[in-house]
């Protein structure tokens, strides 16, 4: 399978955002795109740190949204760029 990417086109930017596993069937992939916050623009993509100003995205990590670094937070993963925080999975036993 060959997986779509989007990659921010702002200067020094390192955003980048992988095709989802759970795509829906049928389901365009820039949907998916402008879900998670990124922007289409005249002249490319924008992550959506930088469209919030809060990019560019200097540091990889595990933002599923902009591929920014992480901090761990009490609540989760939040990401050092747009914010965006993935919750802590429950722990199952
Ligand atoms: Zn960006
Ligand atoms: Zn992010």
Do not use: K
């Not at 596993?21 to 992550?47: I, K, N, R, Y």
């Not at 902009?66 to 199952?92: F, Q």
């Amino acid at each position: 399978m060959i997986r779509d990417a989007v990659t921010c086109d702002r200067p020094n930017c390192l955003a980048i955002l992988l095709e989802p596993d759970s795509l829906p069937e049928g389901a365009e992939f820039e949907t998916a795109v402008t879900a998670a916050g990124w922007q289409h623009l005249s002249d490319g993509h924008a992550c959506p740190a930088c469209t919030a100003g809060t990019g560019p995205v200097l540091e990889r990590g595990e933002c599923p949204r902009c591929s920014g670094r992480t901090a761990d937070r009490p609540d989760g993963a939040r990401c050092m760029y747009c914010g965006h925080t993935v919750p802590h999975p429950t722990e199952e036993w």
